[in-house]
């Protein structure tokens, strides 16, 4: 038997380079600080910012009439404000109808919905008052509490709560009703009590819904506790407003209403962080499964 020696010859090099590769998923490289300054979000906000004030500068320079102020006079105007005692005395005694209002809306949407939305029968019998807060204009609730209630602290506390109970109840509903039902029945077969399919499936899976109704809800109150101070009483926030309407002084009545807005998007940010802190699970496991 013969053996067939086979010489080798130099290696031609096939154009690749393989001493610098590495084999396994490589590591992640930060972007540029450039890129990350034009990818983040409060650039484009503050952009948008700057562009409304602009727009709104010169128009009311060359349009604007008594009752637009200029956005520098606004400004000013705000900055006065927030000097004041009259303005801390008027935010005091709104935010008082604010924090009690939401708070029984929250005290009584989340279980609410939750039951809702795991007791089919319980929600046939609840579902038509449901539609009827969504559908009837709040301002034409104010009359009755008015008549019923009177004008103090408890119709203001009452209106705020009934405008931010519907997007709690709603969410939290639809929270329990996104729970896969396969999980429910797998719990069962495997003997979990009726505490544990509430303590362990229903809940954390309803969690993220819950925290998006309560933050709808809270955008809701803000709007309920300024008009039924428009509309029903002239007291606090809403008080300033028509009185600094009623004597044109236009400047004051925009700022009052610019420090409103502020107070809403900072507790709607407050929300949202506190919404991200406790869901964070929801937000990572998707990420997961994609990869």
Do not use: C
């Amino acid at each position: 038997m013969s053996t067939v020696t086979r010489h080798r010859g130099p290696r031609r090099d096939s154009g690749f380079r393989t001493s610098g590769f590495r084999a396994g998923p490589q590591p992640e490289q930060r972007p540029a600080p450039l890129r990350r300054l034009v990818d983040a979000a409060p650039l484009y906000q503050f952009l948008t910012f700057a562009v409304f004030a602009v727009g709104w500068e010169l128009y009311a320079r060359t349009r604007g009439g008594l009752l637009i102020p200029t956005f520098a006079e606004t400004v000013e105007a705000t900055a006065r404000l927030l000097g004041t005692a009259e303005l801390w005395r008027a935010m005091y005694a709104s935010n008082q109808a604010l924090v009690l209002g939401f708070a029984i809306a929250v005290v009584v949407g989340v279980p609410a919905g939750i039951v809702l939305g795991r007791f089919r029968t319980l929600e046939r019998f609840a579902d038509v008052y449901l539609n009827i807060l969504l559908v009837t204009p709040m301002a034409a609730i104010i009359p009755l509490l008015v008549m019923s209630v009177g004008f103090g602290l408890a119709s203001r506390v009452i209106l705020v709560a009934i405008f931010s109970i519907v997007m709690v109840v709603v969410n939290s509903r639809a929270g329990v009703r996104q729970v896969d039902p396969s999980l429910i029945e797998m719990a069962r077969s495997f003997g979990a009590t009726e505490r544990q399919i509430w303590t362990r499936i229903l809940l954390p899976g309803a969690l993220p819904a819950i925290m998006t109704g309560i933050r709808l809800g809270l955008g809701r109150a803000v709007t309920g506790m300024v008009i039924v101070e428009l509309l029903m009483v002239s007291t606090a926030l809403g008080g300033l407003i028509l009185e600094y309407r009623g004597l044109f002084e236009a400047a004051e009545m925009y700022g009052t209403i610019a420090i409103i807005l502020a107070e809403a998007l900072l507790l709607i940010s407050v929300a949202r962080w506190s919404e991200r802190k406790l869901t964070r699970w929801a937000q990572t496991n998707p990420a997961r499964s994609a990869q």
